[in-house]
């Protein structure tokens, strides 16, 4: 089955203590990105990659990193999580075979910083 | 830079009856407009996407979307609401090269029986 695979699914942690949220996803996409998702602000792109050892900043991208070295993985890293950065997270992939193509979306990781 | 605006938080409508849930976007260029449904505890799936040249595209689970360049609108309708159609519904928009997805800030649909 085609999906896009985020883990953990819920984490509640404290400030400053590093945090990796993985990625995976088995449609052999070139592309993937990170999204938040905050009441009534809808999704906001983090970082995205169009291909491995490519990355590129979104709209929010400040107290995150990301990295690409294989195709299939693209993890999110929160080296010192603080507040503001709880919220519900979502993974995305798509191709880049044709142009115009959907995201295929992870089911969210929803995390907790105190 | 593009932007997308959903004026609606919620929407409310009768099971049965005709649905709108709206949308206007801005960006220079012709537009990459997407609509994605998500429902509780789930990512967002797919539902249709505007084809450059059709103002009324079809897409999954009887949903259409009609596109106004005009009124740079691209409205999510469908011709008779089911209470499984109630879920959270996001407005996208791609920008030039659909690689720097911009969402409106979502509206919620619910169908009452």
């Known amino acids: 089955e085609a999906q896009v695979t985020q883990n953990p699914r819920y984490l509640i942690t404290v400030t400053g203590k590093k945090l990796t949220v993985t990625c995976s996803q088995n449609?052999?996409?070139?592309?993937m990105s990170w999204y938040r998702q905050d009441p009534g602000l809808g999704l906001r792109q983090i970082y995205y990659s169009m291909n491995v050892e490519v990355t590129d900043k979104g709209d929010v991208p400040e107290g995150y990193k990301v990295s690409r070295k294989e195709k299939r993985n693209f993890p999110l890293i929160l080296e010192s999580p603080s507040p503001n950065q709880t919220s519900l997270y979502f993974c995305?992939?798509?191709?880049?075979?044709?142009?115009?193509?959907?995201?295929?979306f992870g089911d969210g990781t929803r995390l907790s910083i105190l | 830079a593009q932007s997308v605006a959903q004026p609606e938080d919620q929407v409310n409508v009768a099971e049965g009856n005709p649905l709108t849930v709206k949308c206007t976007y801005s960006v220079s260029g012709n537009p990459y407009l997407f609509w994605y449904v998500q429902y509780p505890n789930r990512g967002l799936q797919f539902l249709l996407k505007y084809i450059t040249g059709d103002n009324l595209v079809k897409g999954s689970y009887g949903f259409e979307a009609e596109f106004n360049k005009s009124q740079t609108s691209f409205h999510l309708k469908k011709p008779s609401a089911l209470v499984s159609d109630s879920a959270l519904y996001f407005c996208s928009e791609g920008g030039n090269a659909g690689n720097m997805l911009t969402f409106g800030g979502g509206t919620r649909l619910m169908v009452k029986p």
């Open positions: 995305a992939s798509k191709s880049m075979g044709y142009s115009n193509q959907p995201q295929h």
């Open positions: 449609m052999n996409h070139e592309y």
